[in-house]
């Protein structure tokens, strides 16, 4: 069965400096791999995926995120964090179930506390 | 930007009630997802639905729920009998079939309080 793992329940960073937020996965198969952010009282926004190609992975508002198959991670990343970052964050990933069918599975959500 | 309307954005029912919660996926979508939230935490994933049928449900999905799309726009999930561990927030979210373009498009969520 697929899953995914997000170590920390929340991370805290100063405004300016980088940030990381880890995710592991499992997976039968090329992975396809996601992150979601989740603003307070909203839906779930896409960031970026890992499909194939180059291991890192460039996404909106500045994120990107790092491929490494041989520690199955995706790890989020962010040179210079911003108060506005502040959210939830989802690590989640596509494999297919045993009918064949595609499936998503997200990871428990990681807070994101930027602090000023 | 396309998106899925969820509505209502907040339903309260009492215990034991039928809800219905409706989505309007993306127009040329064909795959469809229902996902609950509860207390901002963990999204938990539900139920997928393709040409016509469920084609996989977690859990969670027991007796209790189902879904439909009953007019080839609409995307409902239909819980019969709520209790009050069935409060949460639920998202539904949609996608187009090529492989390349794999994003979930979410709504912004509907959430119920069961009372």
Known sequence: ?116 | EPEVTQTPSHQVTQMGQEVILRCVPISNHLYFYWYRQILGQKVEFLVSFYNNEISEKSEIFDDQFSVERPDGSNFTLKIRSTKLEDSAMYFCASRVTEFNNEKLFFGSGTQLSVL
Do not use: M
């Open chain 1, 1 to 116: 069965a697929q899953s995914v793992a997000q170590p920390e329940d929340q991370v805290n960073v100063a405004e300016g400096n980088p940030l990381t937020v880890k995710c592991t996965y499992s997976v039968s198969g090329n992975p396809y791999l996601f992150w979601y952010v989740q603003y307070p009282n909203r839906g779930l926004q896409f960031l970026l995926k890992y499909i194939t190609g180059d291991n890192l992975v460039k996404g909106s508002y500045g994120f990107e995120a790092e491929f490494n198959k041989s520690q199955t991670s995706f790890h989020l990343k962010k040179p210079s964090a911003l108060v506005s970052d502040s959210a939830l964050y989802f690590c989640a990933v596509r494999g297919l179930n045993s009918g064949g069918y595609q499936k998503v599975t997200f990871g428990t959500g990681t807070k994101l506390q930027v602090i000023p």
